[in-house]
């Protein structure tokens, strides 16, 4: 996939309705973040500040990069809500604490 087919794609009606639809299947919740806890629990270790909760999903992710698969663009079972931390992290990206709002902006890049 062209960087021009996947900003397409995020800008697609077929995308947006189901990215709705992948966060209303996780409610809305981080399921890396819900993994977090999970294992926490399971391994009876200690978070701290941020890391105690679940937060909002507000991203959805392609488990297989969207660049790689086009075939699993829209596979349910390729996509996963996460907050904006968790999916930098799984991008390798560490921003800093305080970016600038306008810079943190959207899902659009991925
Ligand atoms: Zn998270
Ligand atoms: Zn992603």
Same mark, same amino acid.
Request: hydrophobic share 25%; proline share 2%; net charge positive.
């Given at each position: 996939?062209?960087?021009?087919?996947?900003?397409?794609?995020?800008? #697609?009606?077929?995308?947006?309705?189901?990215? /709705?639809? /992948?966060?209303?299947?996780?409610?809305?919740?981080? &399921?890396? @973040?819900? %993994?977090?806890?999970?294992?926490?629990?399971?391994? $009876? !270790?200690?978070?701290? $500040?941020? +890391?105690?909760?679940?937060?909002?999903?507000?991203?959805?992710?392609?488990?297989?990069?969207?660049? %790689?698969?086009?075939?699993?663009?829209?596979?349910? +079972?390729?996509? /996963? #809500?996460?907050?904006? &931390? @968790?999916?930098?992290?799984?991008? $390798?990206?560490?921003?800093?604490?305080?970016?600038?709002?306008?810079? &943190?902006? !959207?899902?659009?890049?991925?």
């Amino acid at each position: 996939m062209t960087e021009k087919e996947v900003k397409h794609f995020y800008n #697609s009606k077929d995308w947006k309705r189901k990215r /709705i639809k /992948i966060l209303d299947r996780d409610r809305h919740e981080c &399921q890396d @973040c819900r %993994e977090r806890l999970r294992k926490a629990a399971e391994e $009876g !270790s200690r978070l701290y $500040g941020e +890391d105690c909760k679940i937060r909002r999903a507000q991203e959805v992710h392609h488990i297989k990069e969207l660049r %790689e698969h086009p075939e699993l663009a829209l596979d349910e +079972d390729n996509l /996963i #809500s996460l907050c904006t &931390q @968790c999916h930098n992290i799984r991008h $390798g990206r560490y921003p800093k604490r305080f970016v600038r709002k306008k810079k &943190q902006i !959207s899902e659009e890049k991925w």
